[in-house]
């Protein structure tokens, strides 16, 4: 765990009591190509949350961390056009807006990410079952997979959820029980029938040790074998890091650098050893410019 990790009251990001009306707190609204994970190059719209509790080395939404006055609100699909909205946001708001993006024949899925977005669970548990109703789309959450206890109430409403593993080299965060029991309780409703495809996500660097990809292995390989698992090298921050022999050098900059092809190539033949579906791929949505 980071030091500075933030402890963050749901209380606080939970829906009002003072009225019955759901509300949350929200960073943006918009369409786009999903860069990560098994959805990889289809089209979502994406309805990313504020607040995280994590503070990952190489976190690219430093802007989640806490809420905005205001949020930005797609008004055609793709074309970033923003209106500002004040922040929060009521249920129906959302809903209408996520109508506007809803046009024929464009997204595959909605994409629930953020920050965190599993800290607005109470509010979720209201949208979800209306999104899915209004829309017909399916459903992804991208977690960081450290809330297990957020999930009740949830999973029968998701369709596919994208797991973060944070491994300490590359993201400063360690959470490998949270992880576990975030990973059994998707599995367990799954098998169940009731529950989402689970897939893990990790982002590996040049830090990244052989011991937490096997670390990685033995957890998913003891839970269920067949649960894909997508290596992503890390993209540098913005910090310049175009010497990479300089930033070799600095322990300080080894977790924002990119593995070698070696280190991808050997990390990939070890999690084989265990697991069923090994991918690597980079985040292509940097890759494209996109947000
Ligand atoms: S979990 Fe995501 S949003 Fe939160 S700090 Fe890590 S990368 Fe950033």
């Given at each position: ?5 933030p ?19 929200l960073?943006e ?13 289809t ?19 430093a ?5 905005p ?12 056009d923003?209106?500002?909205q004040?922040?929060p ?8 807006w996520?109508?506007r993006q ?13 920050g965190?977005?599993?800290l607005?669970?109470?509010f ?15 459903i992804y959450?991208?977690?960081g ?18 797991m973060?593993?944070k ?5 400063g ?6 992880h576990?029991a ?8 799954s ?13 590996i ?6 011991d937490?990809?096997?670390?990685i ?5 003891t ?7 997508f290596?992503?090298?890390v993209t540098?921050l913005a ?21 070698t ?13 265990h697991l ?9 949505h ?6």
């Amino acid at each position: 765990m980071s030091p500075q990790t933030p402890t963050i009251p749901i209380a606080t990001i939970a829906p009002r009591s003072t009225s019955d009306v759901p509300t949350a707190k929200l960073i943006e609204l918009f369409s786009a190509i999903q860069g990560e994970g098994a959805n990889c190059g289809t089209r979502q719209i994406f309805l990313r949350f504020a607040f995280c509790d994590l503070r990952c080395h190489y976190c690219d939404s430093a802007h989640t961390w806490t809420a905005p006055e205001t949020c930005a609100i797609e008004a055609t699909p793709g074309q970033r056009d923003f209106e500002i909205q004040a922040n929060p946001v009521t249920l129906d708001r959302l809903l209408d807006w996520i109508d506007r993006q809803n046009r024929p024949r464009l997204h595959d899925s909605i994409s629930i990410t953020g920050g965190e977005p599993l800290l607005h669970a109470t509010f979720l548990k209201t949208l979800l079952p209306q999104l899915k109703q209004r829309t017909g789309l399916p459903i992804y959450l991208e977690t960081g997979g450290h809330r297990p206890e957020l999930l009740d109430g949830l999973l029968e409403h998701l369709d596919t959820i994208g797991m973060d593993v944070k491994l300490p080299s590359s993201s400063g965060e360690q959470r490998w029980s949270a992880h576990a029991a975030f990973l059994r309780r998707c599995v367990a409703s799954s098998t169940e029938g009731s529950g989402p495809q689970v897939f893990v996500k990790t982002i590996i660097s040049a830090a990244t040790t052989d011991d937490e990809i096997a670390q990685i292995g033995a957890m998913v390989s003891t839970i269920d074998p067949q649960i894909a698992v997508f290596l992503q090298p890390v993209t540098p921050l913005a910090t310049d890091l175009r010497d990479r022999n300089q930033a070799l050098r600095s322990d300080l900059y080894q977790h924002q650098l990119a593995p070698t092809p070696q280190q991808v190539l050997d990390w990939q033949t070890q999690l084989k050893q265990h697991l069923n579906d090994v991918r690597v791929i980079p985040q292509t949505h940097k890759m494209l410019g996109q947000l």
